[in-house]
């Protein structure tokens, strides 16, 4: 699923136009992005909590020049699933027995 068929599920459930549909979540991404770049988490529930994992100043082997450089602190995205997303997408054998062939 791309991210014109998300705009057109979530208008379709929500009886809005697509073009609010793609407000609403471009707004909700940006909001997102936002708090993830001034070091606070997100917490969805059900869904997971977007958080930043911060790596140190580390010396690291590059193998296209075959040296050695150091690699700059930064700080990176991630993404914990939530305890419902995780028990519900985790059994694919009892969604496979039921599916239709």
Do not use: C, W
Request: hydrophobic residues 35%; glycine residues 4%; proline residues 5%.
């Amino acid at each position: 699923m791309d991210q014109s068929e998300l705009i057109e599920k979530v208008a379709k459930e929500l009886a809005i136009s697509n073009a609010s549909s793609q407000r609403l979540l471009k707004a909700t991404l940006r909001e997102i992005r936002d708090l993830l770049r001034v070091g606070h988490a997100v917490t969805i529930p059900h869904l997971g909590t977007f958080d930043t994992a911060t790596y140190e100043e580390h010396r690291g082997y590059r193998p296209v020049s075959h040296d050695f450089a150091i690699f700059p602190k930064r700080r990176v995205p991630v993404f914990r699933t939530g305890t419902l997303l995780r028990d519900e997408v985790y059994d694919i054998e009892s969604d496979e027995a039921g599916a239709p062939t």
